[in-house]
């Protein structure tokens, strides 16, 4: 019995020993689990297939980069003699600069005419460009100016452009630069003329009655033109027409010559019309006029090899040595013989003036065919010339003038002056940024053109009767009586008064000259326009 009590004793013990020697064997294996996973981690941060490894390497790197940017050029060397290096690190940074390629939208004009690539436009493209007007291909309807060196309206349908579009000539403006119709209109500072055939018996007796009077034949397109002897008049011939011959033609250094006027139409009815007054045109006929010879046409007739100012002798030394222009030129030429200049340019601006005014009743009813009568503003050049008792001859006008400097270099500055001043005036040129001619957000189209720059007659408009009604005259520039095409014909008026640089008005006729105008002759609308600048000269000379 005791046996066996000590049997299951010792059974016990060896059951708890085996259970202390399980429990001891499973404390060794977690004590070293845990130091190979600190191991483990310590391996990690250098191991490059793990995130830790991975950032540790890229700041190592970073550091030893701008640590080598730091060092002088022999300071790797001097580390490597253990000696430290004596300059201070100073980083190098390069700065990279970002070009930003801009295409910002900008205006487009595009070209009509048998040779839109041609030289003769050559100064036209310079011009719009510098002002910032791209040039288009001619089949997009995404235009705002259309620059037509021939005329468009039997080619092209203009009639329902958009509000914004501009267009170098007026429908109908051959009713002034077709030869013959100018020609054989009645005006007093147009030679007689008469057409052929259908005018010959009147032309037979003008010639009957003025007996000692010569006369031209000339083409109705072209310039052949040469005196003839009634005998030897072509009567038959319905191309051409008969014109009184100015026979004694001023000359400078015997030379005859002709003057162009550059003139500008911004608007038909009310009708606003200027001058360049920059510079004039001067063309002299390169054979002297004595002796005269009928057959010499070079004597006469001015063509494309003319003689230039520069070439003519009193002329040369004001324009090469003092720098004037061709104008100023001719100026001090005739004040240099006792005559006053004055005088040849009162009539040049009225021989234009009249001639506009006569035709602008066929402007008028042709633009009423048109969605909008703004869209078109004009450019010619008027030939005029001038006999010895300084008295102006109006003979020609060119709907698309040569503004090519080609054949002489030294017009280039003309040309371009005119173009340029023709665009400001017109409103192509601004001072503004834009991506179209189309108006701006309101408060830019205030700061170009507010109501008060519009607003005249201060004390009249505020007494009676203006306060009570707006059927007197004199109350219909008030501006609760102005009606929205009112505003619109006055806002253009101001901008082409602010814009107009070397551009002169010549109509609304300027306060000096408001004697050659009947007003009572005036259309109701050309009445209006008079009245607004008549008004605006009482405020401010610079309408007068």
């Known amino acids: ?93 390069q700065f990279v600069e970002k070009k930003v390629v801009s295409h910002e939208s900008r205006p487009k004009y595009w070209v009509f005419g048998r040779n839109p690539t041609g030289g003769h436009l050559l100064h036209v ?31 092209l349908n203009l009639q329902r452009m958009k509000r914004h579009q501009l267009v170098n000539h007026f429908p109908g403006s051959g009713y002034i630069t077709n030869k ?14 008469f057409k052929l055939p259908a005018e010959m018996t009147q032309f037979r007796e003008y010639a009957k009655t003025n007996p000692n009077k010569q006369f031209v034949q000339k083409h109705n397109q072209h310039r052949h033109i040469q005196i003839k002897r009634i005998d030897e008049i072509d009567f038959s011939n319905n191309d051409t027409f008969i014109q009184e011959f100015i026979d004694d033609p001023l000359l400078v250094d015997g030379y005859k010559f002709d003057v162009g006027v550059y003139t500008v139409i911004t608007s038909i009815d009310p009708l606003r019309v200027y001058i360049y007054k920059g510079d004039i045109l001067f063309r002299y006929c390169p054979v002297p ?18 003689l230039p100012t520069w070439e003519v002798p009193s002329l040369k030394p004001y324009y090469t040595k003092y720098g004037f222009g061709m104008k100023d030129s001719f100026d001090a030429y005739v004040r240099s013989t006792g005559r006053d200049p004055t005088t040849i340019w009162e009539q040049v601006e009225d021989a234009i003036r009249l001639l506009i005014l006569k035709k602008e009743p066929l402007f008028a009813g042709l633009l009423s065919r048109y969605a909008y009568k703004r869209n078109f503003f004009e450019m010619m050049r008027f030939d005029l010339v001038v006999d010895n008792k300084l008295k102006v001859h109006l003979m020609e006008a060119n709907m698309s003038p040569n503004l090519s400097s080609a054949h002489f270099k030294p017009n280039r500055l003309l040309y371009e002056q005119v173009i340029y001043n023709l665009f400001q005036l017109v409103g192509v040129g601004a001072s503004i940024q834009r991506d179209s001619f189309r108006k701006q957000h309101l408060d830019t189209e205030a700061m170009l053109t507010s109501f008060k720059n519009l607003a005249t007659a201060a004390n009249v408009c505020s007494e009676l009767p203006c306060t009570e009604s707006c059927a007197p005259v004199e109350c219909q520039l008030c501006s609760t009586c102005l009606e929205e095409k009112d505003i619109d014909d006055l806002q253009r008026a101001y901008r082409e008064h602010m814009n107009r640089g070397d551009m002169k008005r010549i109509f609304p006729v300027p306060k000096s000259d408001q004697h050659r105008v009947d007003y009572e002759l005036l259309s109701a609308k050309n009445q209006f326009m008079s009245k607004w600048f008549e008004e605006k000269c009482k405020v401010d000379q610079s309408y007068c």
């Open 125 to 155: 493209h310079n011009v719009l460009q510098r002002l910032g007007i791209d040039q288009t291909s001619n089949d997009t309807t995404d235009w705002d100016l259309l620059w037509a060196h021939d005329y468009p309206f039997r080619k």
């Open 180 to 193: 013959v119709d100018l020609s054989t209109t009645k005006l007093q500072y147009i030679p007689a003329a």
């Open 1 to 93: 019995m005791t046996d066996k009590r000590k049997e299951g004793t010792k059974k016990t013990d060896d059951r708890s020993k085996a259970e202390d020697g399980a429990n001891t064997l499973n404390a060794k294996p977690s004590s070293s689990v845990n130091h190979r996973r600190l191991e483990e981690d310590r391996a990690s941060l250098f191991d490059l297939r793990t995130t830790s490894g991975q950032i540790l390497f890229i700041v190592v790197t970073v550091a030893a980069v701008v640590l080598v940017q730091c060092l002088p050029n022999d300071s790797l060397k001097s580390l490597l003699n253990l000696q430290l290096p004596r300059q201070h690190c100073k980083p190098e940074v």
């Open 289 to 306: 006029y004595h002796p005269f010879n009928a057959s010499d046409v070079d004597k006469y007739i001015v063509g494309d090899d003319y």
